[in-house]
């Protein structure tokens, strides 16, 4: 059966991370030992994720994946295959090593019963305590539920974690109707919610990203959200849609996805993906390059341009308002605007660079807001803007692009999205490289080529932009 074949991913532990494993391999002492000295610091500052995650899960509050080591680890080698990093589960000593070879870490999943977050806060603390410092461990995932009236709760259980173990990030999701009462959650670490647009409610999909987001900025909290696998047919339409739901909401800060869920991607006798699996697999690996660059970024602001087409490609209607709402239109006086193209932009800072004028929000994030038809960009920059550069994903690193006359050009694919940054008079220009582009052809947005993965009689699964009703 073909494989796809994939560079081994090695994860770099966080520095604080590395210098705890430094700590226990020079002493000898276990992870629980190794810990007591951070006990005794006061008010630690909450922990963050270190990258972008994308998470397989068969679901909370129990545990449906395989029990026996070498199935898990087949499983397991699949998962990392398919381009995610992060695994929700039960604990279980014997995963984390298997984890560790493939490249995943653990979302530790606090409802399990044997050491439930808040019916069983003794077992909790035990198992928190002991991974204090943990690399292969992401961090706890606490609620994933209607919160609308335990929210209080919400915090409690926050502040308990951190006080177990200062050293991992706390998951707190709830579903997107909870909003008046979200404010009593003072502190999180990863805040999330369900929002099911393609299939409820299309108009939700941008006034919750406008709340949610902002509501994580306020909070300086990561945003992450479930987001489901199957809203088109698939193979077909599918990948253009989840491609779509994924990149736009990156425009508003998305940091993680927790797709939802794997028992509808995968069969659970023999833990192949089905084809919803390769639909996610491939947007799985469009994100996964930027997992690394965009996670420190901090939002300040997300802008569109009028929209005459809608996210499936239908006309929107007379009726509508050109800016969709949720949405604000680029501000006259911004030193980036679309001469021509509809796009939804994203206003990034790194809170590591310096905050002098030039550099603080020199980040923008495009995306298409149609899913099935590429988006060509006219872009104007200010006469203060030496240059701009996009990521590019095959290289992993940052690419010039051609400037005539303060304007570039590019193509966003179908639902895609770009990773922008831009250098000014107050910094010198970026270098190109051997991969920057030497002459006026419109940047294009690079799909990936049809790929063989493990599934039902090796499907394939191709790029396609078909429309969807």
């Known amino acids: 059966m073909p494989r796809l074949r994939l560079p081994a991913r090695r994860r770099r532990a966080p520095g604080w991370l590395a210098a705890i494993a430094c700590l226990v391999a020079l002493t000898g002492l276990t992870w629980p030992l190794a810990t007591r000295v951070q006990e005794a610091s006061a008010d630690p500052a909450p922990a963050r994720p270190q990258e972008l995650a994308l998470v397989f899960s068969m679901g909370y509050g129990g545990d449906l994946l395989p029990q026996e080591p070498e199935t898990f680890d087949a499983l397991m080698a699949t998962v990392a295959e398919a381009g995610y990093t992060t695994v929700l589960a039960s604990y279980e000593a014997w995963r984390l090593p298997i984890l560790e070879r493939h490249g995943l870490t653990l979302m530790v999943d606090l409802l399990d019963e044997r050491h439930h977050v808040y019916r069983n806060p003794e077992g909790a603390e035990a198992l928190a305590r002991s991974l204090q410092g943990d690399p292969r461990v992401w961090g706890y995932h606490l609620f994933s539920d209607t919160a609308a009236t335990i929210v209080s709760g919400r915090q409690r259980d926050i502040d308990n974690v951190r006080r177990w173990d200062p050293t991992h990030p706390t998951f707190v999701g709830t579903q997107q109707h909870v909003k008046s009462t979200l404010g009593q959650m003072t502190s999180p670490d990863v805040v999330a919610y369900y929002d099911y647009?393609?299939?409820?409610?299309?108009?939700?999909?941008?006034?919750?990203?406008?709340?949610?987001?902002?509501?994580?900025?306020?909070?300086?909290?990561?945003?992450?959200?479930?987001?489901?696998?199957?809203?088109?047919?698939?193979?077909?339409?599918?990948?253009?849609?989840?491609?779509?739901?994924?990149?736009?909401?990156?425009?508003?800060?998305?940091?993680?996805?927790?797709?939802?869920?794997?028992?509808?991607?995968?069969?659970?006798?023999?833990?192949?993906?089905?084809?919803?699996?390769?639909?996610?697999?491939?947007?799985?690996?469009?994100?996964?390059?930027?997992?690394?660059?965009?996670?420190?970024?901090?939002?300040?602001?997300?802008?569109?341009?009028?929209?005459?087409?809608?996210?499936?490609?239908?006309?929107?209607?007379?009726?509508?308002?050109?800016?969709?709402?949720?949405?604000?239109?680029?501000?006259?006086?911004?030193?980036?605007?679309?001469?021509?193209?509809?796009?939804?932009?994203?206003?990034?800072?790194?809170?590591?660079?310096?905050?002098?004028?030039?550099?603080?929000?020199?980040?923008?994030?495009?995306?298409?807001?149609?899913?099935?038809?590429?988006?060509?960009?006219?872009?104007?920059?200010?006469?203060?803007?030496?240059?701009?550069?996009?990521?590019?994903?095959?290289?992993?690193?940052?690419?010039?692009?051609?400037?005539?006359?303060?304007?570039?050009?590019?193509?966003?694919?179908?639902?895609?999205?770009?990773?922008?940054?831009?250098?000014?008079?107050?910094?010198?220009?970026?270098?190109?490289?051997?991969?920057?582009?030497?002459?006026?052809?419109?940047?294009?947005?690079?799909?990936?080529?049809?790929?063989?993965?493990?599934?039902?009689?090796?499907?394939?699964?191709?790029?396609?932009?078909?429309?969807?009703?």
Do not use: C
């Open 197 to 469: 647009h393609w299939t409820r409610d299309r108009a939700t999909h941008f006034p919750n990203l406008d709340f949610f987001g902002s509501y994580a900025d306020e909070k300086d909290a990561f945003l992450y959200r479930w987001v489901q696998v199957d809203p088109g047919r698939a193979g077909i339409g599918n990948p253009n849609r989840i491609r779509y739901t994924v990149f736009s909401s990156m425009a508003f800060g998305l940091k993680g996805v927790m797709w939802f869920l794997g028992s509808r991607l995968i069969d659970s006798g023999s833990w192949r993906w089905n084809q919803l699996g390769l639909d996610v697999a491939r947007v799985n690996h469009e994100v996964l390059p930027l997992a690394e660059v965009f996670a420190p970024l901090r939002r300040l602001d997300t802008w569109s341009t009028p929209l005459t087409i809608n996210a499936n490609d239908d006309p929107r209607g007379a009726e509508e308002p050109p800016i969709p709402p949720g949405l604000a239109p680029i501000p006259e006086d911004f030193w980036a605007q679309v001469e021509s193209g509809e796009v939804l932009i994203g206003h990034f800072r790194d809170p590591a660079e310096a905050s002098e004028e030039g550099r603080a929000g020199r980040y923008l994030f495009a995306a298409n807001p149609n899913s099935y038809q590429p988006q060509p960009l006219v872009m104007r920059f200010g006469t203060a803007i030496t240059g701009v550069e996009i990521f590019d994903r095959e290289a992993g690193e940052w690419r010039l692009l051609d400037m005539s006359e303060s304007r570039v050009e590019l193509v966003l694919g179908p639902g895609f999205g770009e990773l922008l940054r831009a250098s000014s008079e107050a910094e010198p220009p970026p270098t190109p490289t051997a991969n920057s582009t030497a002459n006026s052809t419109p940047n294009t947005t690079s799909m990936p080529e049809p790929t063989v993965m493990p599934g039902p009689a090796g499907t394939i699964y191709l790029p396609m932009a078909w429309h969807e009703a």
